[in-house]
């Protein structure tokens, strides 16, 4: 062997003793668990969507939560009922919200439904009222004429109906709502209320992965 061919292996020995392992590159970080958005139905609270402070304020009077004596569908949570004093008055309160999957099939059904059952009645009080049937009683009875459907701007749609109640379909999270109560000024009201607190996040719905900002 030649002295340049066994220089040449010598080198090559020596770098091959140098050469060091490359380190395992270190495992992937594990992703954080995605943020989940929704509250369980079954563990919602009537307040985390408008306080007793803020429900007294909009309906003009003391409010008290009452029970619940009935049942609801499976994905819905317990309606919030109040007995609200105003000019001291007993009045009844109740707002209700569905965001099941189902639920814009469902708003729109209730749409068409209410409007067609309000203008039914309005039209039956209008022949009754012609045939002079509505006539004043011992207890002082107001046969009172059933108030219009009347589009409301609130959410991504609304309806009064009935003269006695509203419903719309949030344009933030996925739910309607419906509201009942004593007078269209302050359904619209307490409607708006609702609709500004209620998000995607506090929503009563199957919790979801959060929709990014």
């Not at 668990?33 to 969507?49: E, H, M, N, Q, T």
């Not at 007793?52 to 619940?68: C, I, M, R, Y």
């Not at 609200?84 to 439904?113: G, P």
């Not at 009347?150 to 419903?167: F, P, R, S």
Request: proline fraction near 8%; charge should be negative.
């Amino acid at each position: 062997m030649t002295k340049c061919s066994s220089l040449v292996l010598f080198l090559a020995v020596a770098g091959a003793c140098k050469t060091e392992h490359a380190e395992p590159a270190p495992p992937p970080k594990a992703e954080a668990a995605a943020k989940l958005a929704g509250v369980w139905p079954k563990d919602f609270k009537c307040d985390s969507i408008v306080s007793p402070e803020a429900l007294a304020a909009v309906l003009g009077g003391e409010s008290k939560q009452t029970d619940n004596p009935g049942s609801v569908p499976k994905g819905v949570p317990m309606p919030c009922k109040y007995e609200v004093t105003h000019d001291s008055t007993l009045e009844l309160w109740q707002f209700d919200f569905d965001c099941r999957d189902n639920m814009k099939t469902t708003a729109d059904a209730l749409f068409e439904q209410y409007r067609k059952q309000n203008l039914e009645m309005i039209a039956d009080w209008n022949t009754k009222s012609d045939a002079g049937v509505f006539k004043p009683n011992d207890a002082g009875t107001e046969y009172n004429r059933p108030g219009n459907p009347v589009e409301v701007d609130v959410g991504a749609k609304g309806l009064d109906h009935h003269g006695q109640a509203l419903i719309f379909i949030d344009d933030d999270a996925p739910c309607y709502v419906r509201v009942a109560g004593k007078d269209s000024a302050r359904r619209l009201v307490l409607a708006k209320l609702l609709a500004k607190n209620l998000t995607f996040q506090n929503a009563p719905m199957t919790p979801r992965p959060s929709i990014p900002k």
